[in-house]
């Protein structure tokens, strides 16, 4: 079975800019969630998505968004960016069944360079 | 919110050595996971241990929930073993994990 796939996996951009970044979950999992991974900061939360809707936030500016598509695969967007939006971008999906609901399998990450 | 507190946050080994790396979580939490990271960045998922003791290999995790702390063990560790190691804990009645900030594993040969 394949893993969790990202795409882009490098980008560049400059700042005040937008992006898009895409992720696709193990085939059959239904929960998709993003993390940013920076030096400073450490891995924090983003969001979470379940059959296209957002169960959850982490602490981010509006400049971050998502969606979840109807075959699970994900989207997050960036708007203006700023150089301290570098960063690695992980994605992770789970099965979110009964028996093991939240373990969590990651993708190999963007990484965003804002110039 | 929620602290997840791992230590030490450096450990030096020469190869074959032991070591356990330690995670506190300062709430009650529903999932908790055991991450290495590589360095190329990829998370490679150790252990998805809520409750309880497993074992994989040369690695075991050992996590006691009612006392907020969960242990991984390496044994007779590789130079392999050596980057991050990472805990995530899955904060109780929400759908997203909290990380540590990691223990930085360099392993001499």
């Known amino acids: 079975k394949a893993g969790v796939t990202q795409t882009p996996r490098y980008l560049i951009k400059t700042r005040g800019q937008q992006v898009t970044l895409s992720c696709s979950p193990i085939?059959?999992?239904?929960?998709v969630s993003w993390y940013q991974q920076t030096p400073g900061q450490g891995l924090q939360f983003l969001f979470e998505?379940?059959?296209?809707?957002?169960?959850n936030k982490g602490n981010f500016p509006g400049r971050f968004s998502g969606r979840q598509f109807s075959n699970s695969r994900s989207e997050m967007n960036v708007s203006t960016l700023e150089l301290g939006d570098s960063a690695l971008y992980l994605c992770?999906?789970?099965?979110?069944?009964?028996?093991?609901?939240?373990?969590?399998?990651f993708g190999p990450g963007t990484r965003l360079t804002v110039t | 919110g929620i602290q997840v507190e791992q230590s030490p946050p450096d450990l030096i080994l020469q190869e074959g050595a032991n070591s356990t790396l330690r995670c506190n979580f300062s709430?009650?939490?529903?999932?908790l996971q055991w991450f290495h990271q590589n360095p190329w960045g990829q998370l490679i998922n150790l252990f998805y241990?809520?409750?309880g003791t497993k074992q994989n290999g040369r690695l075991s995790a050992t996590t006691v929930a009612t006392e907020r702390y969960s242990l991984l063990y390496i044994s007779s560790s590789q130079t392999t073993d050596s980057g991050v190691y990472f805990c995530?804990?899955?904060?109780?009645?929400?759908?997203?994990?909290?990380f540590g900030t990691g223990t930085r594993l360099k392993v001499l040969a």
């Open positions: 992770a999906s789970s099965l979110d069944d009964r028996e093991r609901s939240y373990e969590q399998y």
């Open positions: 085939s059959g999992h239904r929960s």
């Open positions: 998505y379940f059959s296209e809707t957002q169960r």
């Open positions: 709430d009650s939490v529903n999932n």
């Open positions: 241990i809520p409750s």
């Open positions: 995530a804990v899955g904060i109780s009645g929400t759908y997203k994990y909290i």
